[in-house]
């Protein structure tokens, strides 16, 4: 009796570090599991908010995330500056899944992006979508963007980030070349990087996915930091020591990150994608050039170069697919007649 009680403790203990990894993931962090213990579901019911939409307006109809590909719109919110209103998104990433080949599509959108703001109609920088009009506004400016819809969306703000690092005992990184860049707090001391391996606590894991003037590569090396951060992050939480920090790292989710996704729907996914590892992530980009528009800086996305990144995502969530089944349909002949 007690080596079944303590075998079904560990089955839990596993999907609740497995689920955990899902909300982490869905938000740039990567997880959120199994809230079979009492703290870890309160916490759950904290960080959901569905915005009331049942589906995205590009959806004939809900998808199931056990059974269909969806995309996920991963927010990291700069809100420090403005006493925790609308802030600017710092960090915008578009993932993926797809239960026909267990990978995930990770595409950073640089935050100097011109787009078309979404019940706006006019043109500016993708991170003011959410100062201007919060989730729902980034959200349809970024469905606008790729033309694909959203079906779920994460946000998490720097305290969190840089707290989840910190309770999973930091990350490895390789850093690419000597760097420095201020810390996001009132101190805003100058944190210095050095090429090679490099172990981060959260202050300087967020620095480093941060930084931009330093980087020669501009916004195209500042996203490939912020994918290496997440993936790190991934790798950290999939660890053996991180079952013992579950309840730690739920209640942190749940204090700071806001989605759409209910816990039945982690079950699910924790189910679909349970031997998911960091080798199944492919890293998407948009190739953008700087460009000054009325003495503001902007990065303006090649045409040929955003045509194939929504070619790519529409295929892995089958959206072009089921259109060209649907025309095909309409155009073949009943045998009947």
């Known amino acids: 009796m007690r080596r079944t009680v303590i075998r079904k403790k560990r089955r839990i203990r596993r999907k609740r570090l497995f689920l955990l990894i899902i909300i982490l993931m869905f938000i740039g962090l990567l997880g959120f599991g199994g809230y079979t213990a009492v703290q870890t579901m309160m916490a759950a019911s904290k960080s959901y908010d569905d915005l009331g939409r ?3 307006d590009l959806r004939a109809e809900a998808v199931s995330i056990s059974d269909d590909p969806v995309s996920i719109l991963l927010m990291g919110v700069e809100d420090y500056s403005t006493n925790g209103d609308n802030g600017r998104t710092d960090t915008l990433m578009v993932a993926t899944f797809s239960p026909n080949d267990e990978r995930l599509k990770l595409l950073s959108i640089p935050r100097d992006t011109m787009v078309e703001i979404a019940g706006k109609g006019t043109q500016d920088k993708i991170t003011h979508a959410h100062a201007f009009g919060g989730k729902e506004m980034t ?14 969306y994460a946000t998490v703000n720097f305290n969190a980030f840089k707290n989840v690092i910190d309770i999973l005992g930091g990350i490895t990184v390789d850093v690419p070349f000597d760097f420095q860049q201020n810390s996001d707090d ?6 210095q990087f050095y090429e090679g391996e490099m172990k981060l606590n959260g202050r300087y894991a967020l620095a480093y996915a941060r930084m931009r003037y330093e980087d020669p590569r501009g916004d195209i090396g500042r996203n490939e930091r912020q994918q290496e951060v997440i993936q790190a992050m991934i790798n950290k939480a999939l660890s053996v020591g991180t079952v013992t920090k579950i309840d730690d790292l739920a209640q942190e989710v749940g204090n700071n990150v806001e989605t ?3 816990v039945s729907e982690g079950l699910s996914f924790f189910n679909q994608y349970k031997d998911f590892s960091t080798s199944k992530i492919d890293k998407l980009s948009l190739e953008t050039y700087p460009e000054r528009i009325n003495g503001v800086s902007y990065q303006i996305i090649d045409d040929a170069s955003l045509i194939e ?3 790519e995502l529409k295929e892995h969530l089958e959206i072009a697919t089921n259109q060209d ?4 349909e309409l155009t073949t002949p009943d045998s009947d007649y």
């Open 54 to 56: 049942e589906k995205s």
């Open 139 to 152: 959200i349809e400016t970024v469905e606008n963007l790729l033309d694909i819809p959203i079906d779920y």
């Open 186 to 191: 009132p101190k805003a001391e100058k944190l």
């Open 260 to 262: 759409n996704m209910k």
């Open 309 to 311: 990144v929504q070619s």
């Open 325 to 328: 089944k649907y025309s095909s």
